[in-house]
């Protein structure tokens, strides 16, 4: 018969079809978390479905956290932590954030989006990042913090609808050690 082929000894790295093949994707599992929250945020900004209060996993972070050591605000730790040079562009970063914050905290899915993000780069502080302080120079530190903090934070988050750059990302990290949440001493 014209027209057949014969497939008995063909190899692949994937499927081998005959005809046709219906492949079904699955769009919001390779979005991710934030990519889903991302896209219902452009649905919430389209339609101007805006809310008045705070949701509770973000008021958390808003509030500021007892410390045990005395060293409170942001000024206090990098001078602490001997980065008193950093000051000047960790103020201007901080305030950089928190407008972006406020900005956004009418939409509850930018919420949610920030309450992640503050609770990963919390959570990477706390457990990867404080640890090595005492066995790190600063710039070991910074890399870390960019490894752990930034640069995921800018993958997940760089889209066209909310821009998280590298300073937003460092400035919410300097927003957070205001609040006491963060810290680079030991």
């Known amino acids: 018969m014209k027209g057949l082929v014969d497939q008995n000894s063909a190899t692949a790295h994937g499927d081998i079809v005959g005809g046709n093949k219906l492949t079904i994707v699955n769009h919001q ?3 991710g978390f934030v990519g889903v929250l991302i896209k219902k945020l452009q649905t919430e900004v389209e339609k101007k479905v805006e809310i008045q209060h705070v949701i509770e996993k973000l ?18 730790k990098l001078d602490k932590a001997g980065r008193s040079h950093e000051k000047d562009i960790a103020l201007e970063t901080k305030e950089a954030f928190a407008k972006l914050l406020e900005r956004w ?7 949610e989006i920030f309450a992640h ?7 990477e502080f706390t457990y990867s990042i404080s640890p090595k302080i005492g066995s790190l120079d600063e710039s070991g530190i910074n890399q870390l913090i960019t490894d752990r903090v930034v640069t995921p934070t800018i993958s997940e988050c760089g889209t066209e609808t909310v821009d998280f750059s ?19 001493h030991k």
Do not use: N, T
């Open 105 to 111: 905290s009418l939409y509850p899915s930018a919420q």
């Open 59 to 76: 008021q958390q972070f808003q509030q500021y956290k007892s410390v045990s050591d005395g060293v409170i605000g942001l000024e206090a």
């Open 29 to 31: 599992a390779q979005l």
């Open 166 to 184: 590298h300073a937003a990302a460092m400035g919410m990290i300097y927003w957070l050690a205001e609040r006491c949440f963060v810290r680079w």
């Open 117 to 123: 993000l503050l609770g990963r780069a919390v959570h």
